[in-house]
């Protein structure tokens, strides 16, 4: 389980950059807040997101580079495109056998089947580099693009919750689903994204 290793032991196992067929994930660094702040700047990002504030500031950026950096119970990587910052993706392990996905790209790198390429090399880092057997997700219930990727990915509807959005200021209604690992291994030959150390 995640919390038995320490942070050297998550720090050797966690790759710089996971490579997809169009996609390089990495981690953010201080280079990228500008980038960072100016694609997450954009209430339809923030209002599908739980925990993006809007307005969303290079200060917010700076805060949450140092917050990935600090190696806590979450593993997040800056997407890019032919080296374009376009989103984040990442997995939130802070709650013991609830690991979470979480995604989102700038508005103007919508449809075009970046977000399923991004989740998957995420969820492909996820189950390799760790022994949990389950990854959950979540999409707001008006949020169909995000319900179809997480359903592209393997992941299954399990019911609706209500969960707290930062930018809404309130709760709204979220599909939850749930990924295991049986079903990302006969799944896996979706990709081929591959660990670049």
Not at 86 to 109: F, K, Q, R
Not at 164 to 183: H, I, K, M, Q
């Amino acid at each position: 389980m995640l919390q038995d290793f320490s942070s050297a032991t998550l720090r050797e196992a966690r790759p710089n950059v996971v490579a997809t067929e169009r996609l390089t994930l990495r981690r953010p660094t201080l280079a990228d807040v500008r980038t960072i702040a100016q694609l997450a700047n954009d209430r339809r990002v923030a209002e599908n997101t739980r925990r993006l504030p809007h307005p969303y500031s290079p200060d917010d950026a700076v805060e949450f580079v140092r917050a990935t950096a600090a190696l806590g119970s979450e593993t997040v990587f800056l997407i890019e495109h032919d080296t374009t910052p376009i989103g984040m993706v990442g997995i939130d392990c802070s709650t013991p056998d609830n690991a979470e996905l979480g995604y989102w790209l700038g508005v103007e790198h919508w449809g075009r089947g970046f977000a399923t390429e991004a989740a998957r090399g995420a969820i492909d880092f996820f189950f390799e580099e760790f022994d949990e057997d389950h990854l959950y997700a979540g999409a707001r219930v008006t949020n169909p693009a995000s319900r179809n990727v997480l359903e592209k990915c393997g992941f299954q509807w399990s019911g609706v919750e209500l969960h707290r959005f930062l930018a809404l200021g309130s709760s709204t209604p979220v599909d939850c689903f749930r990924l295991t690992r049986g079903v990302w291994s006969s799944l896996k030959s979706w990709s081929s994204a591959r660990k670049v150390r």
